[in-house]
């Protein structure tokens, strides 16, 4: 992979500052950590690029280790979800899977020690009562009364906790480390909880589980991890994280924080995603609307758009929010460069042919891909009766409308001019049901040896030979720009046309039999794939983005002058 070697940033020149002296021997090791509550995002995508694209880069590893301390709200469902969005996106951890409740018995271990060091106590105070003690941002917080047990009732009170003597919340261990500290996460945080519950992977033998800021810090040191990558908001952490590592006396990682990604019309929390999914708004995690991987790879994305799109935005210290149209704009150079040219009518009326041949058929020879011409040419058929796209005919069409209406000439693509001659309405709706036009027999090909100025090209399928196909047309799934910053309840917000179904649409015979995943260009629509909905018998293509409308620009122009 190209992508990402030799890209420069505070984080890398961190690095080489490190391996110039000499701080971790020379090792870069780094990890990616999510918690197996959701499945991952857009937003995490950054974290890997960054995690494994850093290994890869300075010859080091990287581990995915799973932040699985919160037993009622992950799976193992998210674990594989989790694995394979990784790899999708191009990275290995080869054997380094790991699990931080596969440490739970060195966290307990490391808690039984800032117990005897006199650095941590039982608190009875219930969680309302914690947080009421712990003060504000102005106020300094006020000692737990539990806060002078000696090592000896810690110690012991500990212990039954772990044994499951008492039930959820009844007690907690905190650190004890400063009430009046100006940072609020130092004012004794809690270390471990009381929960009866059942462990993706270690069933019951829990019932007291360490906190996420203890766990991570030290499951980092137990990896010897030398980078600690991780978003801004945890830069107040590192406090704590030096506090519990300089206490137990254990090796320190470097943190070093950048900035998460924002994107606009995108909202990027596995809880509010998880929330969409429960509330029936997204028909699942890899709806193609959603923004995680899942999703994104149903809608049609590749993992280098995705790769690439991480490495323009690059790294910055401080938070600020990208453009979806960047986004959009990777996903498009990488899908113009792969993508097969193809001929698909979404919404589909008759176009007749009155001077061609009834029952003749021919067969057009189809560039693939323009710009790359080793995907060489297939064959279109062509017949008397063809579907175009009904909003290609205007009956009364505005200044520059080069496409189809009365008495005009255009170009079918790959085949020949046509001229509109009349469109035959329903005779109760009034509804335009069929167009009528004569081809130019010379302008096979689609060009003229008089070099008529004919300016508008359509794609075109044979009636007779097309497929019927479903397309599921996407739209962002947010109408604002930034919905959580909006008064009203995310729902409200949500774009109430993104998604529309076409159930009728014709495509040209050679997607008949196209696989889940192929990627298509439709011509003048978009790029286009299958959605594993299709069978043998039932194709289904979702837009993954549409081309640039140029007709909106001119429309837009138009209307202003
Ligand atoms: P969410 O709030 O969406 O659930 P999280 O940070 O709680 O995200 P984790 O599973 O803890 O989810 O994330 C794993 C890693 O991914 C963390 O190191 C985190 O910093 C990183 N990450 C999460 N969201 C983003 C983002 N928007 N941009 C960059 N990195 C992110
Ligand atoms: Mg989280």
């Known amino acids: 992979m190209t992508d990402v070697v030799a890209a420069s940033d505070f984080i890398r020149e961190a690095i080489r500052e490190d391996l110039r002296t000499n701080k971790y021997g020379g090792r870069v090791h780094t990890r990616f950590p999510p918690e197996p509550n959701g499945y991952l995002h857009i937003g995490h995508a950054k974290a890997i690029c960054l995690d494994f694209g850093v290994a890869r880069e300075f010859g080091g590893m990287c581990n995915l280790r799973f932040d699985d301390t919160n037993p009622t709200k992950e799976s193992s469902e998210y674990v594989e979800a989790i694995k394979g969005d990784v790899q999708w996106l191009g990275f290995d951890w080869g054997e380094r899977e790991f699990y931080a409740s596969d440490y739970f018995a060195a966290l307990h271990e490391y808690a039984v020690q800032l117990i005897q060091l006199g650095k941590a106590y039982v608190c009875d105070l219930s969680q309302d009562e914690i947080r009421e003690y712990r003060g504000t941002l102005t106020e300094p917080g006020r000692a737990s009364p539990f806060r002078n047990r000696s090592i000896e009732e810690n110690l012991d009170l500990f212990e039954r906790m772990r044994a499951g003597e008492f039930p959820d919340g009844a007690r907690v261990l905190r650190a004890k480390i400063d009430m009046a500290s100006p940072n609020v996460l130092m004012r004794d945080p809690v270390i471990y909880r009381i929960l009866h519950a059942s462990h993706h992977r270690t069933g019951d033998k829990w019932c007291v589980y360490p906190m996420y800021d203890f766990t991570h810090c030290l ?21 704590l994280y030096d506090w519990y590592l300089d206490q137990l006396g254990v090796y320190h990682p470097q943190q070093i924080e950048f900035a998460r990604l924002n994107l606009t019309y995108t909202v990027m929390s596995k809880r509010i995603l998880k929330g969409l999914v429960d509330a029936g708004h997204v028909s699942a995690w890899d709806d193609p609307r959603m923004p995680t991987l899942s999703g994104l790879r149903r809608r049609g994305f590749t993992s280098e758009a995705i790769r690439d799109f991480a490495s323009t935005i690059g790294l910055a210290k401080t938070n600020s929010t990208v453009d979806v149209e960047l986004l959009e704009h990777c996903l498009r150079q990488d899908l113009n460069r792969r993508s097969p040219r193809v001929m698909a009518v979404l919404q589909p009326i008759r176009l007749v042919i009155d001077n061609y041949a009834e ?65 035959v309405k329903d005779a109760q709706t009034g509804e335009i049901v069929e167009l009528h036009c004569t081809y130019d027999p010379e302008s096979r090909g689609g060009w003229s040896k008089n070099g008529r100025d004919v300016r508008g090209t359509l794609h075109w399928v044979s009636a007779a030979h097309a497929r019927q196909a479903e397309v599921r047309l996407y739209e962002r799934l947010f109408s604002v720009a930034d919905p959580l910053q909006e008064k009203q309840d995310l729902k409200t917000y949500l774009n109430p046309g993104s998604l529309v179904t076409l159930t009728n649409s014709q495509v040209e015979p050679s997607l008949a039999a196209a696989a889940p995943g192929s990627r298509y260009q439709f011509l003048r629509q978009g790029y286009f794939c299958v959605d594993p909905d299709s069978s043998a018998d039932r194709r289904v293509f979702n837009r993954t983005v549409s081309l ?7 429309q837009q122009g138009q209307s202003r002058s």
């Not at 980092?220 to 107040?236: A, G, K, M, V, Y």
């Not at 297939?378 to 080069?402: A, G, H, N, T």
């Open 219 to 239: 499951s980092d040191s137990i990896e010897r991890i030398t980078h600690s990558l991780c978003t801004l908001e945890f830069e107040n952490n590192r406090e």
């Open 359 to 423: 029952g003749q058929t021919e067969e057009f020879d189809a560039e693939n891909n323009p710009e790359d011409p080793a995907m060489g040419t297939r064959k279109v058929p062509f017949s008397r009766v063809l579907y175009v796209e009904r909003d290609d005919y205007q009956e009364d069409p505005p200044k520059k409308w080069f496409r189809l209406g009365p008495g005009r000439e255009v170009r079918l693509k790959h085949a020949y001019y046509v001229r509109c001659t009349g469109a």
């Open 548 to 554: 640039r409308d140029t007709w909106a620009k001119i």
